[in-house]
């Protein structure tokens, strides 16, 4: 039995509330638990985390470049998921809310409000 979008009602993240280390370890949660609910297979999931994994380890060294770098590698290969098809619609606006959340990261970071 898949996951519900009811399952997954909170994966929006609010940034103005939460640093952004905290709300990449939030979508780094949320993409395992896709993968765990059977939605994404570990080739999808991977690297994404992977990414994601990087960017809060040098979000929590300074290293903002590289943090930005990998933030957007992480949320490319969300939206390469979602550009692919194939995906119910309720999975592909999971994942978009994680493209977002990863896009508010990324503009709070670079603003320097971060």
Avoid: W, Y
């Amino acid at each position: 039995m898949g996951a519900t979008p009811d399952d997954f009602a909170a994966l929006a993240i609010n940034v103005t509330d939460i640093d952004p280390v905290h709300i990449t370890c939030e979508v780094i949660d949320d993409v395992q638990a896709l993968k765990d609910a059977g939605e994404l297979g570990n080739g999808q999931v991977n690297p994404i985390i992977n990414h994601l994994g990087q960017a809060k380890a040098s979000l929590a060294k300074g290293k903002i470049t590289h943090a930005i770098k990998k933030l957007e590698q992480g949320r490319d290969e969300l939206q390469d998921l979602i550009d692919g098809g194939g995906l119910d619609a309720g999975l592909a606006s999971q994942l978009d809310a994680l493209v977002q959340s990863l896009n508010d990261v990324i503009t709070e970071i670079q603003s320097g409000s971060a």
